[in-house]
């Protein structure tokens, strides 16, 4: 079948049309009709799971900048600085590296795409992180990418592309969108005011041209297209349509992965980071479950906008609905560097306990790896929580957070905690509703179901839970039992001494998500695999309001 031969918008300057273009053109008419060969999955035996790390491409160049500014803008001092981006990944349990090269301009000398040096004056309005990309470009380094990559696999790891679908950022800063958004309101939703319309058959051409150009210009494992960076490509009456469009799309970019890997010699797989569940992708214009059937990708990345670390991605219900046709499809969920309760409420640190608790949960319930997104710090750096006292407590390095993501033994071994965390990239029509807050009013006990992973053999389980402010907020108390089971009460978290005066800062210790935060010991035999269900009873005291709640396992710890 032949392919179709995607133009290069009129919106992008003629004069930069390059030889790069008519090669990519070549390759794109190529017929491929070879079915894509199965990833092998992971030898679920094994101490350490596949690790992405996505690099966004404020990150990718955050690492350089530092290093011109300490020893100078110069290429000596740029190519050390990018070989030493790739090479801290090595021997901490990364697997794959997922480079991001756009936003909603590239950071590399396109044929398709303006680059982020692409404005009138760039001295003047290349400003930020951008203007690492600019520096680069001015010493004679146009593509950054084409020495991360070939690097990456140097080092005996798996180098990718990653593509942001229709990046939010910088809607109002013309150096930095396309300029084919700026100018074209007619191909925005919301009546102009949005981002790209997928229903326009020029913004679908507009990112197909990046799709083959970044598989011509890199010799990649694969593609990933990231839908969650930003999820609404339709007007709300187009998404019917917007899923098929979004089908021949998918398909689409899997023949242009299939001609890359008949020029290549190996695979070139295609991944989709998409909404945490498959209803979520659905009613958001995403057939996930139907492009995973079709094979036209070959691994699904489920993850949330902006909450974090998520306790319940549901990889057996994903599995489920894939079912045998898609079985070749790995399902790798997506984490980031906190997590949250509530809407719009306190976020948490990571932590070593928070990153095994999603690994042993996800591991259990079938995942073939994890994907970490917004990890932007050297792994050497080290990470800080804080004391009740309100003082900065070194705990772990980036490299350690990463290490653990993978390490499926000590996910189940070492102390652990699960939060009950939202999903916050859900339809605008949908039935889900976080479980938090949750009102308990006296005589009227509230459930909550808490997914914790592997059943502990042995140790010790604590339930944190964090009450809003009320009258009797300091008087009231409470009464809870985990599957039946009453849980004894132990002493309230400590007071923060210090509490962080930016609600927007996430917090560093649990004392500090609520005015109140109650413990409560639970029996370790009454806790069970997958979901606890938590009845919270008012004993003493008027309606509360929870705001959070976790439970931290410890399976070599003694319970009291």
Not at 137 to 151: E, T
Not at 465 to 492: F, H, T
Request: glycine share 6%; proline share 8%; hydrophobic share 40%.
């Amino acid at each position: 079948m032949k392919k179709k031969v995607f133009a290069v918008l009129a919106a992008f300057p003629l004069e930069v049309m390059t030889v790069r273009m008519a090669s990519i053109l070549m390759v794109m008419s190529l017929s491929v009709t070879a079915a894509s060969q199965p990833e092998s999955q992971p030898d679920r035996s094994s101490k350490q799971m596949p690790v992405i790390v996505n690099m966004a491409a404020d990150g990718v160049v955050n690492f350089i900048y530092h290093d011109f500014v300490r020893k100078g803008t110069n290429s000596s001092v740029a190519l050390a600085a990018i070989d030493k981006e790739v090479d801290q990944y090595q021997g901490i349990g990364v697997s794959h590296l997922f480079w991001n090269v756009n936003y909603q301009r590239v950071g590399y000398n396109s044929a398709v795409w303006p680059s982020y040096w692409d404005v009138p004056d760039p001295e003047k309005q290349v400003t930020e992180w951008p203007r690492a990309y600019y520096m680069l470009h001015k010493i004679g380094i146009d593509d950054i990418f084409a020495r991360l990559i070939p690097r990456t696999r140097e080092k005996g790891m798996s180098p990718w592309v990653s593509l942001r679908m229709n990046d939010h950022h910088y809607f109002n800063n013309p150096s930095r969108i396309s300029p084919l958004l700026l100018n074209h309101p007619e191909l925005r939703t919301n009546k102009g005011n949005g981002l790209f319309n997928y229903a326009k058959p020029e913004v679908r051409e507009h990112y197909l041209n990046l799709i083959a150009e970044v598989l011509q210009r890199y010799d990649i494992d694969g593609v990933e297209l990231d839908w969650i960076r930003t999820p609404n490509n339709f007007e709300a009456n187009e998404l019917d349509q917007g899923r098929v469009l979004l089908t021949g799309f998918v398909r689409e970019a899997h023949k242009l992965t299939q001609a890359a890997a008949q020029r290549l010699g190996h695979p070139v797989r295609l991944a989709v980071r998409v909404p945490a569940t498959p209803e979520f992708a659905y009613g958001k214009g995403f057939d996930t479950v139907a492009w995973a059937q079709e094979g036209l990708v070959d691994m699904i990345i489920p993850s949330d906008w902006w909450s974090g670390f998520n306790s319940d991605m549901p990889v057996e219900v994903w599995r489920d609905q894939i079912g045998p046709r898609g079985k070749n499809c790995q399902i790798v969920p997506g984490t980031a560097g906190t997590y949250s309760c509530i809407p719009k409420g306190y976020q948490m640190m990571h932590s070593l306990p928070a990153m095994r608790g999603f690994a042993a949960a996800m591991y259990d319930r079938g995942a073939d790896g994890i994907y970490l997104f917004n990890h932007f710090h050297a792994v050497s750096d080290v990470l800080r929580l804080r004391t009740p006292e309100g003082k900065s407590s070194p705990v772990f390095t980036l490299g350690e957070l990463l290490h653990a993501a993978g390490d499926r033994a000590a996910a189940v071994s070492q102390p652990r905690v699960h939060a009950l965390t939202l999903h916050d990239c859900v339809p605008t029509q949908t039935d889900y509703r976080p479980a938090l807050p949750a009102i308990i009013k006296p005589q009227q006990p509230v459930t909550l179901k808490l997914h914790t992973g592997p059943q502990p053999s042995a140790g010790r389980c604590t339930l944190s839970i964090g009450l809003a402010q009320s009258e009797d907020l300091s008087a009231a108390k409470l009464e809870v039992r985990l599957n039946g089971q009453v849980c004894r009460a132990l002493a309230d978290q400590p007071l923060p001494a210090k509490p962080d005066p930016k609600k927007d800062n996430p917090r560093r210790h649990v004392c500090e998500v609520a005015p109140r935060v109650l413990q409560f010991e639970v029996p370790i035999e009454a806790v069970i695999r997958g979901y606890n269900a938590i009845e919270l009873s008012v004993l003493q005291g008027g309606p509360q309001t929870v705001v959070w709640l976790e439970a931290a396992i410890d399976p070599s710890a003694q319970q009291r």
